[in-house]
Each structure stands twice: as C-alpha cells, then as structure tokens.
C-alpha cells in the first residue's frame, strides 16, 4: 500500500521499526497465507513448535463450521509453554514478574514455576482429576491463578476460569453448567486496598453446586475464611505433602482435545462456554503474540488485563510463554494508592510492551499528564488496545504521553471466540487513530449488507469473517446447536462467521469497529449480557420484570441502566432502587451493577412480547425512536 493513497489521519511507522519487526512487509505475508492457508499455517506450526505426533492434515473443513485443524497431531501446550524450555537457557529467564497491590514482589523463572505447575499437577491428579474433566478457577490476579491454569493443562483436564469480579450467582450458574469437580480459589483479593473476599463467596455458590467433590485455597490475603473440613484445603498445605511431586508428567493430547472453556455472554438465556483446543490455539495465540507485539527475548511484556477474560488467558497465561517471553503482572487498581501506580511500574521493571484497555487509558487521562510525565517510560517501544473501539482523542493521548510519539499502537480487535487477534495492524503497518486497521495475515474480513454484499466504503455493516482460523473455538461445550446458530446461520449459505458486531470500512481497506448489535453491553472492556444482569433483577422479590440497555459513558465505554416493573404491593423508592443495585451487584458482580435505575409501569414490546431495548436507548439518549410500527402498544 503506497503512501500517497492513504486518506485521513495516518501515522506511518519508522523505518526502523519496520526493519526489525518479525514480518516488516504485511501485505506479503497476507497474500501468502491468502494464497494458501493450511501451507501457511502448517509451515508455522512445523516451525515454532514441538508435537509429540505430527498432523495428517492442517485443515479439516468437510463438516464445517466444525472445523478441525492439525488433525490427528499429538501435543500439549504446557509442553511448548514449560516442557520444552527447560533443555535451553531460557530455563534460567524470568518468565513472570508478579508485583501485589502492596508492593510485595515476586518472580518465576520458568524453571521456578514449571516447578510449581508440576507440584499442582501432581496435587490435582491425586484427587482424581485427569484428562477431560472441568475445573472451575475462581481467583484475584495473582500467580497462582497461572499455575492453576497450567496444571489442568498439564494433566488434559479443562479449566474454566471465573472472572474473580464476578459474584455468586455467576460462579454457580458456570460450576453446575460445567459439571466442574474441582474448585480452585483464594481467600481474598487486594483491590483498591480492600480485600474481596473470594473464599465466603465461593462457598456461597459451592454450598449449591452439586458436583464440586474438592476446594482449593491459597491464602492471599490472609483474613479468616470458613474451611469446609473433608471438602475445603489450603493450597500451601497440599503443596507441602509428599503427592506434590515435582515429577509429573505431561498429558498427551490430540491437538483437537479441549484445553479450557470460558463462559462469556451472549444475546440470550445463560452464558455460553466457549471451548478452544490444545493445538490450533496454540499456534494461533502465540504467532498473533509474536509478530503484532513483535515479541523479542528482551522484552518485559505487560497485558494489564485479568487472567479471568480471553485477553488474560491468550496474552498473559499461553503466548508469552509459549514465546518464552518474560512477563509482568500486576495484582490491583491502576490508581492505587495514587494514579501513577502503572508509570512507577513501567519505569521500575522496565516495561517495554504494554497492552490495555481504552477504558484504562481514558480513566488515567482524567488525572491529568502530569502523573506520568514525573517518571521514565522511555523503555516501552509498542503499545496496545483492546476491548472497545479506542476514541482517536484516547489514542492520541496514549501515544504522545505515554508512547513520546515513538510507539505504534496496535488495537486488537477480536473475541472470546476468536482466541487470538484478528483485525489489527503489525507494527510495520501504518496507523489510523480508532481503526483496528485489517485481517492478520489469512484473516479474511469483510463489511456486509443484510444479503451479504459489500457495504461501500464508510457505509457501516456487518462484520464477518470469511475464513477460517486454527484458534476458532470448536463448538460451545455441550451446545453444538448454539453454536452453529449464534455464530453461523446468518450468513451461512456463504459459510461465514458472523462476531455480532457493526463495522465500516474505508476507503484504504481499514476497519473502524462501531460496536455490538446484539444485548451484549461492554462496561469498562468488560463483556456483560444483558439478559444474565435481568434476571438477577428479577430474582429480587419486589421485582417482576426487567430491562438493560448500555448507556455510552465517557470514561467506562458504556454504563448499565435498568428499567423495572415492580411487583404489586412493592413501592417505588428511591430507597429500593439502591437496593436492587445492591442486589445485583450482590448477586452477579460488583462490576455488572446498574449505574442507573428507573421503575416503571411498562416496557416497550413487540407484539411477539420481546423487549425493544432499542427504543428505551433512543429515549434515554433524547433520539429519535425510529420505526414503532412492531410496538405492541
Ligand atoms: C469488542 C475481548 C473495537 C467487540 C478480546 C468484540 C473491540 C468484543 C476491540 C469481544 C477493538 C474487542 N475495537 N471493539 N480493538 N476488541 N472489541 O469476548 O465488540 O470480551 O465483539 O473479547 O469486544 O469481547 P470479548
């Protein structure tokens, strides 16, 4: 792509930059995957990963969309991840930089915690979990969340990690719709200098839950907890005990076995476990890694989201160390004690790659330049965005305060789903403030009318994807329908994938994300569903019915407004609004609770009795409502 073509604002990548990047010419790459996918992606795979067995196949596509990648390959990811560093230097590298909320510190070198990972395997597989079983992870964001993970891997048991912002009625409704049998938690969370107290709510949901046979503890924050005798024990005391063998070994799986299922929201009813795989995830999370944040072994690499959320599990847990790459992690708030508590850390482990969310950047450019002009954030060289479309007034800030004008910006665009990056530019590509840029190399990505033909350019769209990709999640666990319905029926005469979300696409090919068009709401980055926050509402007895809708916020990208009808003989109260905030936030998370309520006699209905959420956001933002002709009254 030429220069002179380019329209708007551009930011073109220095020389420099573009001669030491993994792939410095983008548009070669992309027309060689292009030209072949499964040659592409084979040829990645033989070469930046070890396989117990090769495959037969890359890409097995007869019985789409349940596609299968690396066909009949054996391999575990904790065996790229751990296994295989431990023959090389990189044995001896800080895989992990763990700093608390209180400033206590802690590093892994991957020697160090594939140590740990052995001992928890071993620990877990004396209670009786092996391959194919489920284990819920309910944690703060601490090391042992990552070993957890990389135990279950080990041992091809699925993990299926609870966000640790959630609350008890969330962590029920996935330990029963997971069969787990195994709960791994905390006692508590350091978060803005308070503790959450995992371990009373775990056992809140776990007194419920059917199927956990086993607790496990680590103590973190160290305040009483009740401990279940025969069914609760401490971390620390089952990795004192002989089972806690350091000699452990690592499961042999076949590349299409489930690694881990993540619940996250959809349109309707219950959330939906996304499932991914041991060997097309790998190969995909960890290329995206390696050539977007163009990862080199000095790196200190820093993803400041949570482990609990697809970033954390891709970005903070599998790539970097199937890289080998050192990572920094961090426990608590962005602004405690004060808002220069990332700068202090960027300065202090020399962060040279930071990934985050728009809804951070924008949070800490409220307090103003001056908190990160006090310190040295010359070490970073990339940085990230994900989770929302980025504002350019954001972008531009990140860059000139935070990047000093010499750091691209890469914003990832993708999903739970995808398992990896898919629209987002390399760092040799140039940059458009607010544009996730194009398809990663093989990605193809398109912009549709209702029938599937190419919007013009600026007009907005469907986005949809139409080609397949080895970190594609494999089905939703247990519901292979579901699957092929949410994700697959729209444009399925075309065999392609549809995200749920609305595009443009301009006149240079790049991509501007617009938002969600389905009742998936994105509070602060964070993936909330509409239906899951109603019945919370509606499980308070003074309520009979309930609407959300997101309300766009400055700040947190969109904050959450309920509207309720109250049950006969409830009143209306300032009082009882707080209430049913307070229950929300009780029940679900403290991050899933309304900012607004409004009680109310009627909600808007179409003749079939469906909620139209579209109207109740026109009103609440002063817009016109549009077409009322399906209103039921
Ligand atoms: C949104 C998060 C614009 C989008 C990795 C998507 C984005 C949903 C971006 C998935 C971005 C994510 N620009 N929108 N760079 N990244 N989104 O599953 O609506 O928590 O469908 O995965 O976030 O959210 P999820």
Same mark, same amino acid.
């Given at each position: 792509m030429s220069d002179q073509k380019m329209t708007g604002d551009v930011y073109y990548p220095s020389p420099e930059i573009?001669?030491?990047?993994?792939?410095?010419?983008?548009? /070669?790459?992309?027309?060689?995957? =292009?030209?072949?996918?499964?040659?592409?992606w084979g040829k990645i795979a033989s070469a930046d990963f070890e396989w117990y067995k090769p495959w037969?196949?890359?890409? @097995? @596509?007869?019985?789409?969309?349940?596609?299968?990648?690396?066909?009949?390959?054996?391999?575990?990811?904790?065996?790229?991840?751990?296994?295989r560093h431990m023959?090389?230097?990189? !044995?001896?590298?800080?895989?992990?930089?763990?700093?608390?909320?209180?400033?206590? =510190?802690?590093?892994y070198t991957y020697q160090q915690?594939?140590?740990?990972?052995?001992?928890?395997?071993?620990?877990? !597989?004396?209670?009786?979990?092996?391959?194919?079983d489920r284990v819920t992870i309910y944690m703060g964001r601490i090391p042992e969340l990552m070993i957890a993970m990389l135990a279950c891997a080990k041992v091809g048991a699925m993990h299926s990690v609870v966000y640790g912002g959630f609350s008890t009625e969330a962590l029920l409704s996935r330990i029963d719709d997971s069969d787990s049998k195994l709960l791994i938690t905390c006692d508590g969370a350091w978060l803005r200098g308070k503790i959450i107290k995992l371990k009373d709510i775990a056992n809140g949901a776990v007194d419920r839950a059917g199927t956990i046979q086993n607790v496990i503890c680590v103590k973190r924050t160290g305040h009483e907890v009740e401990m279940v005798p025969g069914r609760d024990h401490w971390y620390h005391d089952l990795m004192a005990l002989p089972i806690a063998s350091a000699d452990a070994e690592t499961e042999v799986m076949d590349a299409e076995d489930p690694l881990f299922i993540l619940y996250t929201s959809g349109t309707t009813g219950r959330p939906k476990a996304i499932l991914?795989?041991?060997?097309?995830?790998?190969?995909?999370? /960890?290329?995206?890694?390696?050539?977007?944040? @163009?990862?080199?072994?000095? #790196?200190?690499?820093?993803?400041? /989201?949570?482990?609990?959320?697809?970033?954390g599990h891709s970005y903070i847990v599998y790539s970097p160390l199937v890289n080998g790459a050192t990572s920094f992690m961090y426990e608590g708030a962005p602004t405690f004690p004060y808002p220069d508590r990332w700068w202090k850390m960027v300065e202090k482990y020399k962060i040279t790659i930071l990934y985050t969310a728009p809804t951070a950047i924008r949070g800490l450019m409220r307090f103003g330049e001056s908190w990160p002009? !006090?310190?040295?954030?010359?070490?970073?060289?990339?940085?990230?965005?994900?989770?929302?479309?980025?504002?350019?007034? /954001?972008?531009k800030w990140y860059?000139?305060?935070?990047?000093?004008?010499?750091?691209?910006?890469? #914003?990832t665009w993708w999903q739970t789903e995808t398992g990896n990056f898919m629209i987002t530019p390399l760092p040799s590509v140039p940059l458009k403030p607010g544009s996730a840029t194009r398809g990663f190399p093989g990605v193809q990505i398109d912009v549709v009318d209702e029938e599937g033909d190419p919007v013009a350019a600026n007009e907005e769209g469907f986005l949809v994807i139409k080609s397949p990709w080895p970190a594609m999640m494999r089905t939703l666990y247990q519901d292979p329908d579901r699957y092929v319905d949410v994700y697959w029926s729209r444009f399925s005469e075309q065999g392609w994938y549809l995200p749920g979300d609305s595009a443009k696409k301009d006149e240079d090919g790049y991509i501007w994300v617009i938002g969600r068009i389905d009742d998936v709401i994105k509070v602060s980055g964070y993936r909330l569903g509409t239906a899951e926050i109603e019945s919370a509402l509606v499980s308070h007895p003074a309520v009979a019915e309930s609407a959300v809708i997101g309300v766009p916020d400055e700040v947190r990208g969109n904050i959450i407004k309920a509207y309720c009808i109250l049950n006969a003989g409830a009143t209306a109260s300032e009082s009882l609004a707080e209430e049913l905030k307070a229950h929300v936030g009780?029940?679900?998370?403290?991050?899933?609770?309304?900012?607004?309520?409004?009680?109310? #006699?009627?909600?808007?209905?179409?003749r079939s009795g469906k909620i139209m959420r579209r109207v109740l956001r026109a009103q609440t933002m002063g817009q016109d409502v549009g077409d009322l002709s399906t209103l039921a009254d």
């Open positions: 573009v001669q030491s990047a993994h792939i410095p010419d983008f548009d /070669a790459v992309h027309a060689e995957a =292009t030209a072949d996918l499964p040659g592409f037969r196949k890359v890409l @097995d @596509d007869s019985n789409a969309p349940f596609y299968k990648w690396f066909v009949d390959a054996k391999v575990n990811i904790v065996h790229n991840a751990l296994d023959r090389t230097a990189t !044995r001896n590298k800080a895989a992990l930089i763990f700093e608390g909320e209180k400033g206590d =510190t802690r590093t915690l594939n140590h740990e990972v052995c001992k928890f395997a071993s620990v877990i !597989r004396s209670m009786g979990v092996s391959k194919g991914h795989t041991h060997g097309g995830y790998m190969v995909g999370s /960890a290329t995206t890694l390696k050539w977007v944040f @163009d990862i080199k072994p000095e #790196d200190v690499w820093w993803c400041a /989201a949570d482990p609990g959320w697809i970033t002009n !006090r310190y040295d954030l010359s070490s970073l060289r990339l940085l990230g965005s994900v989770g929302e479309p980025i504002n350019p007034e /954001a972008w860059h000139r305060v935070i990047g000093a004008e010499k750091c691209p910006i890469m #914003d009780t029940e679900m998370g403290p991050i899933a609770k309304p900012s607004m309520i409004e009680l109310v #006699d009627s909600l808007p209905k179409t």
